[in-house]
């Protein structure tokens, strides 16, 4: 009989239960506070640095940008006033009054500060100067006027200063000493490396008071301890894995799905043999039974993908509604006919459960095609680095949208100009799509530019630079105490302002 005392899912399963024991005898909720979490910490919370979501979502209540996105997903003046744009040229009169967490007020110097150290950095570590790329000048017109011109025709550049990459600063700050000061509803209070981020109430946050005098951010890894943390009334937020669909306790809270604009995939190398081949690649998505792994994994939580934009992004609706059929035995018979029967693929994924195991189930549809796969779980930087260099066969990623226009998921994704650190993993580069997205750039009419993306992504359909899989959101609970939270399609447009705590 196998024994199962060396199983790293039982030592995996010890190591979580000691971490569960430790969380809830070190724990003291503050009742004043929103209790939630994060599995990991942001490591440097600085919009010069900031590409991942959670420092992003920390980030997005400590400060604000000239613009922001709304809980529909639209774009919203923030610390914009008004404004007027041309393609070329956007005009910002600021809001007058608007206090830092310092008492200063905010005015066109410090705008012209934060972009600026990002645009002029000399740094070559900073990962968001493209943002500013096109900028030609920015300008002063006053105590809360800017201007900045762009060198050529950039038709969503507004929605780039939605992201915590151009989050507005004091000049004040001082980032050595994790001193960052901005306009948001919360400032940062406390900061304890790997354990815990405090962030306190701003009072003078010119949309009001926040409903909660703080917000608590524990560093929590594991999804088995913070479900035991809420479900012991020391977390206020709970998000629930993919492959969980229970519910809250009676009298524990609610459940609330968000429909995040999300696309899960599987990156194929298009730079190398045989994935440069679209017979291959076409193969590859009609072998995947991508209906069959949601319905068994996640009932009710996904919307298979016909596509790489998910419907509703900015109010755009994808070139087809259709997905692709499921045909093994036709796959099969073209993978035969490519003569790569047998062939071995190594399918890389993050070290996670839920990941490996959609990675197993799309290994069983490749493997009954004929295809010798191996799935690898990698550490999420090891990975990317791997990734980043082309050196896989395919991997199994999720694209979360930084704002909600279409361009933010067919541009990072798939023009040429972004292969690698850009975003394009998959390498794929085809003049159509880099022609077709170039000009949509400089489209500024909005349904035009949506007709041009229609193109652009029926060619990607074609040539298949991915195995679709499906447009995903999230589901969480919440304790009963809380009131007022709003879902929300973009992660930076939540704030936390208009949480209240009832009961507490």
Request: hydrophobic content about 40%.
């Amino acid at each position: 009989m196998k024994t199962e005392k060396n199983s790293p899912h039982l030592i995996r399963n010890i190591t979580a239960a000691l971490a569960v024991l430790m969380a809830s005898c070190g724990s003291v909720k503050d009742p004043r506070y929103f209790h939630t979490y994060t599995q990991s910490d942001p490591g440097i919370l600085d919009p010069f640095y900031s590409t991942d979501v959670i420092s992003g979502r920390i980030l997005t209540m400590i400060c604000n940008g000239l613009f922001a996105v709304d809980h529909e997903g639209k774009l919203a003046c923030d610390l914009a006033e008004s404004y007027s744009f041309d393609g070329t040229r956007l005009s910002v009169t600021l809001r007058s009054g608007v206090r830092f967490h310092d008492g200063e007020e905010l005015t066109a110097d410090d705008v012209l500060f934060s972009f600026r150290r990002v645009r002029d950095s000399s740094n070559p570590t900073s990962p968001r100067r493209w943002m500013f790329a096109s900028v030609a000048d920015m300008e002063k017109k006053g105590r809360y006027r800017i201007t900045l011109k762009l060198k050529t025709p950039h038709a969503v550049f507004p929605y780039l200063l939605t992201m915590p990459g151009s989050f507005i600063l004091s000049r004040n700050s001082d980032f050595s000493r994790r001193r960052i000061i901005g306009t948001g509803p919360f400032r940062l209070a406390e900061w304890k490396q790997d354990e815990s981020i405090l962030l306190l109430r701003h009072d003078a946050y010119f949309r009001g008071k926040p409903g909660v005098e703080g917000i608590e951010y524990r560093i929590i890894p594991e999804d088995l301890t913070a479900r035991f943390e809420f479900a012991s009334g020391k977390l206020d937020y709970f998000e629930m894995p993919f492959l969980s669909s229970i519910d809250p306790e009676p009298g524990k809270g609610r459940t609330v799905d968000i429909p995040e604009l999300s696309v899960h995939y599987i990156a194929l190398n298009c730079s190398r043999a045989p994935f440069n081949d679209r017979r291959f690649r076409r193969a590859l998505n009609r072998a995947v039974d991508g209906r069959t792994i949601m319905r068994s994994l996640f009932p009710g939580r996904f919307v298979l993908s016909t596509g790489p934009v998910p419907p509703g992004t900015g109010g755009y609706a994808p070139v087809s509604d259709s997905v692709t059929p499921f045909d093994p035995a036709g796959s099969r018979k073209d993978i035969e006919k490519l003569g790569l029967h047998g062939y071995r693929i190594t399918l890389l994924v993050k070290a996670d459960n839920q990941a490996v195991l959609t990675a197993r189930l799309v290994q069983h549809f490749l493997s009954s095609a004929g295809l010798d796969v191996a799935v690898l779980p990698l550490e999420w930087s090891a990975m990317k680095s791997r990734t980043l260099r082309g050196d896989f066969d395919m991997a199994y990623f999720t694209w979360h949208a930084d704002y909600p226009e279409p361009e933010n998921f067919l541009g990072p994704l798939f023009h040429s100009a972004n292969i690698g650190p850009g975003g394009n993993r998959s390498f794929f580069s085809d003049h159509r799509v880099d022609a077709l997205l170039d000009m949509a750039r400089r489209t500024i009419d909005r349904e035009k530019r949506f007709d041009i993306y229609r193109r652009a992504e029926g060619i990607i359909r074609s040539e298949a630079p991915w195995i679709f899989l499906w447009f995903g959101g999230k589901r969480v609970s919440l304790s009963e105490r809380v009131h007022g939270f709003e879902p929300y399609r973009v992660f930076t447009a939540f704030k936390g302002d208009g949480i209240r705590l009832i009961g507490r």
